[in-house]
């Protein structure tokens, strides 16, 4: 399970965007990596294709890159603070994530 996922708010705890909260737009679980919505903004300098290709926007294009997971927190949407995730077993055998500091299921 993972203890990040898609529609998560979460906080940046380092690098130049260290303090911002804002949602998951894409999870990556196989290389580790998150894409947070406004947060680690690159510039990538793009040509125009060719007219036979499928046209491509040229010039400047700003994205948001990928970055690990190791550099956010959750943020407990019950005590709006980041937060480590831990995990707990229900008695129907659901496994879900608990915030670590006010112990309410996140899931």
Known sequence: MNRI???DTVEVIAG?????RNT???VLPKENRVVVSKV????????????GRSKTQAGRINFEAPFNISNIMLVCPHCNAATRVGYL???DGRKVR???KCGEVID
């Open 89 to 91: 077993e229900l008695e």
């Open 24 to 26: 998951v737009l894409r």
């Open 40 to 51: 680690n903004i690159i510039t990538k300098h793009q040509r125009a294709m060719q007219a």
């Open 98 to 100: 608990i915030c670590r």
């Open 16 to 20: 130049d965007d260290r303090g911002v």
């Open 5 to 7: 996922k898609k529609g």
